[in-house]
């Protein structure tokens, strides 16, 4: 199975400084839900595993996320795109659950859902504790340059000499960036291993 994991906020819509707490606030990113279409095209099912600690903070409820979600998947149906699942952590930071990215469980949940190993599997998003949490579940770390990482562009610079571990420190070893879902698309569809769009971090 060809399994991709994505976060949301920042990566297929644009982030907010508070929370996206209703449909009329949720706006895709310019060519996120064309990639996931050209994605999916070549069989790639796309998850979400989204932070959505609003619902612990009790600032929106499940009416409203799932009001948000069925937004989301008009749009995507609308250019021929689908996202297979959406699986989400609904809790406040004090409430210590093991759901909450950073930590790995949403994606050991995808696991299970899927019936796969998740090594090897590509996960990407813009906020570091995404990728963080995909690779403690094993998976193939990718960040991109949007919402919540947006602002190092400028310091990084796609495909210049720069020391990314250093700049970067916390991102897991191998992390690969992207400027943005197109982008990712783009070298997971060419499966080129170098590609000129983006830089490793070692």
Not at 164 to 188: I, K, N, Y
Request: negative net charge.
């Amino acid at each position: 199975m060809k399994l991709l994991i994505l976060d949301r906020d920042g990566t297929l819509n644009r982030s907010r400084e508070d929370y996206v707490a209703s449909p009329e606030e949720w706006e895709p990113l310019p060519g996120a839900l064309e990639a996931v279409a050209r994605l999916n095209q070549e069989g790639w099912r796309v998850v979400l595993a989204t932070n959505q600690s609003g619902i612990g903070r009790g600032l929106f409820d499940m009416a409203a996320l799932n009001a948000i979600h069925a937004k989301m998947n008009r749009a995507l149906a609308a250019v021929g795109g689908r996202i297979e699942a959406v699986f989400f952590c609904p809790h406040a930071p004090e409430d210590a659950c093991a759901c909450r990215k950073p930590a790995p469980g949403l994606f050991e949940q995808i696991g299970q859902r899927f019936g796969v190993a998740l090594n090897g599997v590509p996960v990407t998003g813009n906020a570091v504790r995404h990728v963080q949490a995909g690779a403690a579940a094993g998976c193939q770390p990718h960040l991109l340059l949007t919402g919540k990482s947006e602002h190092l562009r400028e310091q990084i610079g796609l495909g210049a000499d720069a020391d990314l571990a250093a700049l970067l420190p916390e991102l897991p070893t191998g992390t690969r960036l992207h400027a943005d879902l197109a982008a990712f698309a783009d070298w997971l569809l060419a499966q080129d291993s170098t590609p000129a769009n983006s830089s490793v971090v070692h």
